[in-house]
């Protein structure tokens, strides 16, 4: 009996054999050998570029054995071909799946690079937003080293070294997109984002720029960046103390007033206050800067030192620094008369203590002549300047005998006299 197949029947089985040959070698699978299936909706993307024939395909493999196979032959809403593959498996959990795609135009097959865990009876993908079979990953997360720069930084200047996450590891190239605003303004060398005008922050403070970035294989990424535009530090212009000027005969370590620093760049940064040395740093010595506090030392005497002479520096939080010579003017209080402020006994027993004769703040006294006489009338010690507390109760060497001596601590304008006590 002759058997009789209709034509459309065999169109239908021709189509089918050629869809079929048209697969690579491998890529069929016995559905029957599986008691598990898990569903895939996938959509092909090579080399970051959607493929959109829908007569591709994509292929499940476990170890290299293909576990189920499907034509991207469903169009979403996006425009994009989708292929809803179902995956077998005799073991319910745990199988890697791996995948490759067809692409029908050149006959080419490709691995994909993402994998999944099989897991019966689940599904992967949705139509809005299919798993992705794809050979490549685009570079994301486009950041740079720093976002600021100064105004009046020269052309060239860089304002910092741009960076991303390549997936596979990839170079990459940066290059400046079209849409970009202000892309005008800088160029790029290399990874480095410089600039290519001068800028001025009352005009304009903050800049956008967008990126390219594309792989080795072409996969694109675009992102933007922002680039503020800072104030160029200026150094301070002046300091000030609000107190200038004390009465003698003060307390030690006397407030005598309080530092501020005018800069017009910032006026509420932060500064740091220091003596240094320079023209005018005579009387450093004599003070101390705690913050922005300045402190004298000792005990001001009128007729001894009526001005004392300092140099300070400030800085700023840039470390742009300013100095000045500053005088402080010591006030004279009427009919005081201060005694000379110095030991009023020494023991030459090299104990340490009140081993020589000391007078307190000796420095400013170095223009000063000491004479020591004894109660005879005979001097012992006798310096024309810059007395330093050397005398330690002995002439020649040789210690002097205990009792009272007279002592003249006196220079063109004032005179101190005392009596002094050595005990042995």
Sequence with gaps: MPIRISLSLLISLCCALIGHGQLPAGWSVDTTLYQYRMTVTGVISNNCQFENNTNNAIAAFVNGQCRGVVTTNVTNGQGKALGFLTVYSNTATGEKVDFK????????????????????????????????????????????????????AP????????SVTEPEGQNVIYSFSGNGPDNQFFTINSNELLVNAVFNVTIQDSFMVVIQVSDVQGCPYLDSLQVVIQNTPNTPSDIYLDSTSL????????????????????????????????????????????????????????????????????TDSHGLSFEKIIDIHVLKIDNLDLPLPAAAYISNNNDGKNDYFVIQNVEIYNYFELEIFDQFGQKVFHKDSNY?????????????????????????????????????
């Design 101 to 152: 795609f067809y692409i029908q135009s050149s006959g080419t097959e490709i691995a994909a690079i993402d994998s999944l865990s099989f897991v019966s009876n689940s599904s992967q993908g949705t139509v809005a937003t299919p798993f992705l079979v794809t050979n490549n990953h685009s570079p994301n997360n486009l950041d740079i080293s720093n976002h600021l720069i100064y105004e009046d």
């Design 155 to 162: 052309i060239g200047s860089a304002v910092g070294t741009m």
């Design 247 to 314: 009465y003698e005969n003060n307390k030690f370590n006397y407030l005598v007033g309080h530092f501020s620093t005018l800069d017009f760049d910032n006026p509420n940064d932060s500064f740091t206050y220091t003596l240094v040395s320079g023209n005018n740093d005579s009387d450093n010595a004599q003070f101390t800067i705690i913050g922005n506090e300045l402190y004298l030392n000792s005990k001001a005497i009128y007729d001894i030192k009526n001005t004392y002479h300092i140099r300070v520096r400030s």
């Design 388 to 424: 330093t507390n050397e005398f330690d109760g002995k002439k020649d060497g040789q210690v002097l005998p205990g009792g009272t001596y007279y002592y003249l601590f006196r220079s063109e304008k004032k005179t101190f006299k005392g009596y002094l006590t050595i005990v042995n």
